[in-house]
């Protein structure tokens, strides 16, 4: 079956999946831009109604960002399944002109667009092995447990409703393949770093500098001494760091500030240093009259902190593992390299359904360069090989166990 699969793939690879593909990227589909995504995303619902997919919307709340979709085979159904999970949008906005898919006239191979590698090939991926499913191996497809999850928000953290899908998906999950871009070697991501985005704001008394200076509190005076702490918090042994990366305070040089805030970035590679961390940050509110060696004119002020973690650390675990042997015998036979990448100081969808028990695998899209960037660019020979590797994946016996 593997080499009729290959077949499938590469008779639709340049006649239909490369067009497909430049016609994704040619539709603009930033984050924020809700009606270029939905345009985006209606290019996908068209290619999974015709597999036979079952499509399922989940709308933002706030209307924000665009529906997310969820694509499910028929015998899904309501149960356990597998998950191939991506996102439609990208990170460039229409204003910045870098609109159009092109290939490389001296290297033809070589795709260039926004989003064509992160991750609108990987999305191509999905569809087009499912496709080559269903013209080599229809009763496999037939037979497949899998639901397609396709995101909208992604590229900002995740911060509507998609986390409310993953949560409510993760008990039907077995297992979880993640198409962001493909890492160096073909090494698959198995292991991520989490984020947190924390505020701490000082809250103090306004008065003249000059006339009424006893009678004022410093906020900025307060949230300076509070910023060595955080900072101090950075444990790079356990692969904890905390970066103060934003500052604001005060109205007019001559007002004792009765406000200032700081934004804090904090990373983590283990959920229980994300939640120590979320502790201890939660932990500086309150009075400063407690703080260590805060002088008396300061213990009026008083410390706020919001925010949490973002993204928690996608954990290897052995389950894990086997997944990653089981994908990794295909992507060998379709001429990949094999492997586990290190591990990673971004985050993905695979953070959120790793951290809810669902063993995943990530960076299955094509590999290329320069991600976030007007020079991206994704290698179409490696988009075939993964192609090849996720239909064989599919119609194994690994892939149906994954979905019991």
């Known amino acids: 079956m593997q080499a009729e699969l290959h077949a499938a793939v590469d008779a639709a690879f340049e006649a239909e999946q490369v067009p497909w593909l430049g016609r994704l990227v040619d539709q603009p589909s930033h984050t924020y831009a809700r009606e270029d995504v939905e345009a ?51 990170v ?36 087009f092995a499912l496709r080559a499913l269903k013209a080599a191996a229809p009763g496999r497809l037939a037979g497949l447990r899998a639901r397609f999850i396709c995101v909208s928000d992604e590229e900002v953290g995740s911060p509507s409703s998609s986390a409310a899908v993953f949560d409510r998906l993760a008990p039907l999950t077995s297992a979880a393949l993640v198409f ?44 300076a001494l509070v910023i060595p702490a955080i900072e101090a918090m950075t444990d790079y042994a356990r692969g904890v760091t905390l970066s103060v990366g934003l500052i604001s305070g005060g109205t007019a040089k001559n007002t004792v500030p009765e406000r200032a805030s700081c934004t804090i970035d904090a990373r983590f590679e283990r959920l229980i240093d994300a939640e120590a961390v979320a502790a201890r940050l939660f932990g500086m509110a309150g009075s400063l009259a407690r703080w260590p060696g805060a002088p008396e004119r300061l213990h009026a002020a008083r410390l706020e902190v919001s925010g949490g973690v973002t993204r928690p650390p996608m954990e290897a675990s052995e389950a894990t593992q086997a997944l990653r042997a ?28 790793a951290a809810l028990g669902v063993p995943c695998i990530d960076g299955l899209g094509p590999a290329g360069r320069y991600f976030h960037q007007v020079e991206e660019w994704c290698d179409l020979e490696s988009l075939r090989r993964r192609t090849q590797a996720l239909a ?10 994954s979905g019991r």
């Not at 795709?111 to 999305?123: E, F, I, N």
């Not at 985050?347 to 959120?352: I, P, T």
């Open 40 to 90: 985006a995303a209606s290019i996908v619902d068209e290619a999974a109604a015709a597999l036979g997919l079952v499509r399922e919307r989940a709308a933002d709340p706030s209307g924000v960002f665009a529906d997310h979709r969820i694509y499910s085979t028929p015998a899904a159904g309501e149960g356990r399944a597998l998950a191939l999970v991506g996102h439609i949008d990208t």
């Open 92 to 127: 460039f906005p229409r204003s910045l002109g870098f609109l159009q898919f092109s290939r490389d006239v001296a290297q033809p191979t070589i795709a260039r667009g926004p989003g064509v590698l992160d991750m609108k090939s990987g999305l191509s991926a999905v569809i």
């Open 180 to 223: 962001e871009a493909g890492r160096a070697g073909d090494r698959i991501v198995t292991s991520r770093k989490g984020g947190g985005l924390f505020t701490i704001t000082a809250h103090g008394q306004a008065a003249h500098a000059g006339n009424n200076h006893r009678e004022g509190v410093n906020a900025i005076h307060a949230l």
């Open 326 to 353: 089981a994908y990794e015998e295909h992507a060998a036979a379709a001429g990949l390299g094999t492997g586990e990448a290190p591990l990673q100081g971004g985050g993905s969808d695979a953070n959120l359904l």
């Open 392 to 401: 064989c994946f599919l119609a194994s016996e690994q892939a149906a166990e």
